[in-house]
């Protein structure tokens, strides 16, 4: 009998690593490195528990080194997709029933995995296989996965623990449900966190989940299937079907027990399912939950009070970290006319000493471009600058995918506010400025808010705290997350909870209560005493 009454978890952020030449974590770092270059993955679908290869195969390939393949994948097909679904409301009964300590206690155990002897596996592939730094690695998926299983949990006894009022002789409780049916979780290449929070987070609060991961870092998602599995995750639960995004949409967007879905990825496939939502919604036994966030069009903007050499650092770690590949990576900046001579000198010196290459080697700053499409897309935006008289590259603009989809850090000028990289998401290294006159602040800030339909993250720069003030008041809705003198990426779990509205999602924040919410179905009960 479990009749506990737990009121808190507690948490504490994980601790980011150094990774300095000869450390432990630098030695076991490059061991593991070196093992998965050498070996080859071979990965099932994954259904109630059971592998299926299908013989429909996708390959695992290092951006950065683009002939060579360190694994395949099986892909699913609708036969597959339907046994998915099918094993994950069988799973429902058990887990749904299981009280709710137990459940956390695995994802609680595969934060101490994670964090303990599962962590260079964790940085070893995402590294390879999303080409990140070892820097971004450590605190993408060995930190905020770990933050995630553990803050998530912290939060749920705090859910749990809320309670209407009862008056005399009546008794009224709420019970947090799970949603009745099955969630489906469909991630994004560029954060293992994420990939790793989108199906656990539903799976938590006590549903069942099919999980479609990003094709081109399946290798990645494997390993996070692994880890909970070594946590003790039942059979069934997370149901991991990698393949063909439409095949597998197509199959469980039109499911009678869909019940929610859990998105991060572009805003057109979210529009897309959206739409396929609402085409099917008389189907459906219940309303599906839909929680996604999606592109960004993120800004900062640099008022003449700002600090020249923070606002420079913002601007170049807040472009050009990840290739640019965050959803909240800085594109479009918006600089004070007596202060751009300054600011274009630091940033084009800062951009200079960027190292592109190889990411296994300790002092590069980018990797690759996650492949070849994103590549093509990324280079016709500086095809069209370069052809434009409406703007010019101040640095960068080349590009170069005979070994790996490598493209330089691009800093573009333009006289025209809405110029085509000033209004639409390129997700890559590609930063655009636009230099407005001093006297033009507010006007300025009406064009930030107005330019794009994204509403994701932005920043200002400024000492003047009426220009910050007006910054917030009058960007309220162009950012859901609202950075004031630093960058506009790198949220923490637990400190700034991650989101955005308009088209950028529905600001839903992961790594919040308020997200855990949205896979509870409360029920409230009554019960009279004094009858």
């Not at 900062?300 to 970290?321: D, K, L, P, T």
């Amino acid at each position: 009998m479990n009749n506990s009454v737990i009121n808190k978890i507690n948490f504490v952020n994980e601790p980011v690593l150094k990774y300095e030449k000869g450390s432990p974590e630098r030695i076991e770092l490059e061991k593991e490195l070196k093992a998965m270059k050498t070996s080859f993955a071979d990965i099932p679908v994954i259904i109630g528990g059971k592998e299926i290869r299908t013989g429909n195969k996708g390959s695992c390939i290092l951006p950065h080194n683009k002939n060579m393949v360190i694994g395949e994948f099986h892909k699913a097909s609708k036969k597959e997709v339907e046994m998915a679904v099918e094993e994950a409301l069988k799973a429902k009964k058990e887990w749904e029933k299981m009280n709710w300590q137990s459940r956390v206690a695995i994802f609680l155990r595969a934060a101490e995995l994670l964090s303990g002897p599962w962590r260079a596996k964790f940085n070893a592939a995402t590294m390879l296989i999303q080409s990140k730094t070892y820097k971004q690695a450590e605190i993408d998926s060995a930190c905020e996965l770990a933050d995630f299983f553990r803050y998530n949990a912290s939060c749920l006894p705090q859910i749990y623990a809320e309670q209407p009022i009862s008056p005399d002789k009546i008794w009224n409780k709420i019970e947090y449900r799970p949603l009745e049916g099955f969630i489906y979780a469909v991630t994004p290449f560029n954060f293992t966190a994420i990939a790793g929070n989108l199906p656990c987070a539903p799976a938590m609060t006590g549903n069942v989940v099919v999980w479609k991961p990003a094709s081109v870092a399946v290798y990645t998602a494997y390993i996070i299937y692994q880890l909970l599995k070594e946590a003790g995750l039942p059979d069934g639960v997370i149901n991991f079907v990698p393949g063909n995004a439409d095949e597998i949409s197509d199959v469980v967007l039109k499911n009678e027990h869909l019940s929610g879905i859990h998105f991060t990825g572009s805003t057109k496939v979210f529009h897309n399912m959206w739409t396929a939502v609402g085409n099917n919604i008389s189907n459906y036994r219940s309303f599906p939950r839909i929680v996604g966030e999606t592109g960004g069009k993120d800004f900062i903007v640099v008022h003449n009070s700002a600090n020249i050499h923070s606002a420079s650092r913002g601007i170049i770690e807040g472009a050009f970290e990840y290739q640019g590949q965050k959803c909240s990576a800085a594109s479009r900046v918006y600089v004070a006319r007596s202060i751009w001579p300054s600011i274009k000198e630091i940033i084009i010196k800062k951009a200079a000493d960027i190292k592109v290459g190889d990411v296994e080697e300790i002092d590069t700053f980018m990797g690759a471009v996650i492949d070849q499409k994103s590549f093509n897309n990324i280079k016709n935006y500086i095809d069209y600058v370069k052809n434009s008289d409406e703007a010019e590259i101040l640095f960068g603009g080349s590009c170069d995918d005979s070994k790996g989809y490598f493209v330089d850090p691009t800093i573009i000028l333009t006289k025209n506010p809405h110029f085509k990289t000033m209004k639409e998401e390129i997700f890559g290294p590609v930063l655009t400025i636009y230099v407005y006159d001093d006297e033009k602040f507010e006007e300025t800030l009406d064009l930030v808010d107005s330019t794009t339909n994204y509403g994701l993250t932005g920043a200002i720069f400024a000492k003047d705290r009426y220009a910050i003030n007006a910054a917030e008041e009058k960007l309220v809705n162009a950012a859901g997350n609202f950075y004031v003198n630093d960058r506009p990426t790198g949220a923490v779990v637990g400190q700034q909870p991650f989101g955005g509205a308009r088209q950028s999602g529905t600001n839903d924040k992961a790594g919040s209560k308020i997200n855990l919410m949205r896979w509870i179905s409360p029920r409230v009960v009554k019960e009279t005493l004094g009858n």
